[in-house]
C-alpha cells in the first residue's frame, strides 16, 4: 500500500538463526503494528506500538521483539527463528479513526524457517 | 477475548448475482468495524469502516450494515462481477484496545 512498505517481501532462513523484518511508513501515523497471518488463524497480533520506543505485546508475542526508535520505522526480531514462526507477516498503520480512514497493510513479508 | 466468526467459508456465486457476506462477534464493546479484501498472496485492501455510532457505509456496490447489539456485521456485494473474487476479511477493534481481532475470512468465486 502507499505509504507503507515492507521489507523484505519474501526470505527463507534456517532454525536458531536471527531475521529483522522491517515496517517503514510515510504517513506519520502514531500506531504501528506486527501480525502474522495462519491457515486457520486468520490475522494475530504479535506486537505493537503507540509511539517512538513505547511498544506493547500482542497475543501471539512469544519469541519476538520489536523496536521503534523513529516514527516512520518498526522493526520486528526473530531472536532465534523456529519452523513455527513460518508465517506470512503484516505491518499496519493506524492514526485517529475516521468514517474514512481506520488501519492500512503492508504487502507483507513471506517469511520460511527451515 | 473478542471472538470474530465469518460464515460461510468459502462461497461460489454466477456473475451478477449479488450476495451477503456474515461476521459475528462475541463482545459488543466494539469501537469500529473494517471489511478488508485480500487476493491470494497479496496484502489486505480496506473496503470499508463502519465507527460504532454508525449503521452502514456503502462505497459503490458494496454496503456493509452494523449491528452492535446483536455483534453482527453484513457486507453486501450488488451485481457481482469476477474480480470481486479474493476473500473477504471482517475485523473488530474493540473498545480501548489497540487492536483488530479478525475472522478466517470468506473466499469469494464469481464465475463468469
Known amino acids: 500500500d502507499a505509504g507503507i512498505t515492507q521489507s523484505p517481501r519474501h526470505k527463507v532462513t534456517e532454525t536458531g538463526t536471527p531475521v529483522t523484518l522491517r515496517c517503514h511508513q510515510t504517513?506519520?501515523?502514531?500506531?504501528m503494528y506486527w501480525y502474522r497471518q495462519d491457515p486457520g488463524h486468520g490475522l494475530r497480533l504479535i506486537h505493537y506500538?503507540?509511539?517512538?520506543?513505547?511498544?506493547d505485546k500482542g497475543e501471539v508475542s512469544d519469541g519476538y521483539s520489536v523496536s521503534r526508535s523513529k516514527t516512520e520505522d518498526f522493526l520486528l526480531t526473530l531472536e532465534s527463528a523456529t519452523s513455527s514462526q513460518t508465517s506470512v507477516y503484516f505491518c499496519?498503520?493506524?492514526?485517529?479513526?475516521?468514517?474514512?480512514?481506520?488501519?492500512?497493510f503492508g504487502s507483507g513479508t513471506r517469511l520460511t524457517v527451515v | 477475548k473478542q471472538e470474530v466468526t465469518q460464515i460461510p467459508a468459502a462461497l461460489s456465486v454466477p456473475e451478477g448475482e449479488n450476495l451477503v457476506l456474515n461476521c459475528s462477534f462475541t463482545?459488543?464493546?466494539?469501537?469500529?468495524l473494517q471489511w478488508f479484501r485480500q487476493d491470494p498472496g497479496k496484502g489486505l485492501t480496506s473496503l470499508l469502516l463502519?465507527?460504532?455510532?454508525?449503521r452502514e457505509q456503502t462505497s459503490g456496490r458494496l454496503n456493509a450494515s452494523l449491528d452492535k447489539s446483536s455483534g453482527r456485521s453484513t457486507l453486501y456485494i450488488a451485481a457481482s462481477q469476477p474480480g470481486d473474487s479474493a476473500t473477504y476479511l471482517c475485523a473488530v477493534e474493540g473498545a480501548g484496545a489497540n487492536n483488530l481481532f479478525f475472522g478466517t475470512g470468506t473466499r469469494l468465486t464469481v464465475i463468469p
Open positions: 499496519a498503520i493506524s492514526d485517529i479513526v475516521t468514517e474514512n480512514y481506520g488501519y492500512t
Open positions: 504517513e506519520n501515523h502514531r500506531y
Open positions: 463482545d459488543s464493546a466494539i469501537y469500529n
Open positions: 463502519i465507527q460504532s455510532s454508525q
Open positions: 506500538s503507540y509511539g517512538v520506543k513505547d511498544t
